[in-house]
Nanobody, 125 residues
Framework: QGELVESGGGLVQTGGSLRLSCAAS????????MAWFRQSPGTEREFVSSINWNGASPYYEDSVKGRFTISRDGPNTVSLQMNSLKSEDTAVYYCAAVHRSRSHYDIRAASWDYWGRGTQVTVSS
């Protein structure tokens, strides 16, 4: 189908903000739901947020509700605005996509078909 490329990670202090972006470097994802996952060393990849193919119905993991906002900036792009960052948000963040015939409420990483290579987010106290 195509490739996803994340950008926008970096080092930020506790309470700060970052905006992650994910864009298709090839192919089209206009008929795909998209999501963000994250993974810290020694842990499994965990769901953060997702949004459906037309930019509606954002869904969030409980620990990021009210702090993170997902948006569909175009048919092939998705962003994650992260505010009030905490040390526990430190992880590699991955963009993922699945065809809209499936459910973007499925938080299992194995259910998502396309992945980027990730971008590191480090929150320091």
């Amino acid at each position: 189908q195509g490739e996803l490329v994340e950008s926008g990670g970096g080092l930020v202090q506790t309470g700060g903000s970052l905006r992650l972006s994910c864009a298709a470097s090839s192919g089209t994802f206009s008929d795909y739901d998209m999501a963000w996952f994250r993974q810290s060393p020694g842990t499994e990849r965990e769901f953060v947020s997702s949004i459906n193919w037309n930019g509606a119905s954002p869904y969030y993991e409980d620990s990021v509700k009210g702090r993170f906002t997902i948006s569909r900036d175009g048919p092939n792009t998705v962003s994650l605005q992260m505010n009030s960052l905490k040390s526990e948000d430190t992880a590699v963040y991955y963009c993922a996509a699945v065809h809209r015939s499936r459910s973007h409420y499925d938080i299992r990483a194995a259910s998502w078909d396309y992945w980027g290579r990730g971008t590191q987010v480090t929150v320091s106290s």
